[in-house]
């Protein structure tokens, strides 16, 4: 079992910034591809980005792209932790943000079912 915990979320006016991070229990957090996703009220939970397990791959929804940066840390006795940076912050990306780990692969994928664990979520709030 994978326990995923978020934090960074909070209230940002348009154009600033935050940093997500989202740290994972186990020893296996090297294996697992890691994904973003985030829920706006009244929407479905949507694809932010991704990375493959090694770290070399990354991948981003069109709407983040060149604003967001997704990385990880994999390196021994590191924190397990993956990270969102945001800048350029827009209304729009207002929402709760999840993070979430696939287990049986090393690559990341965008829809949600593929995932199999998850965080508990972290507000982010973009004031105009």
């Known amino acids: 079992q994978v326990q995923l915990v978020e934090s960074g979320g909070g209230l940002v006016q348009a154009g600033g910034s935050l940093r997500l991070s989202c740290t994972a229990s186990g020893r296996t957090f090297s294996t697992y591809a890691m994904g973003w996703f985030r829920q706006a009220p009244g929407k479905e939970r949507e694809f932010v980005a991704g990375?493959?397990?090694?770290?070399?791959?990354?991948?981003?929804?069109d709407s983040v792209k060149g604003r967001f940066t997704i990385s990880r840390d994999n390196a021994k006795n590191a924190k397990n932790t993956v990270y969102l940076q945001m800048n350029s912050l827009k209304p729009e990306d207002t929402a709760v943000y999840y993070c979430?780990?696939?287990?049986?692969?090393?690559?990341?994928?965008?829809?949600?079912?593929?995932?199999?664990?998850w965080g508990q979520g972290t507000q982010v709030t973009v004031s105009s």
């Open positions: 990375i493959s397990s090694g770290g070399v791959n990354t991948y981003y929804a």
């Open positions: 979430a780990a696939r287990a049986l692969y090393s690559s990341a994928h965008s829809n949600p079912g593929q995932y199999d664990y």
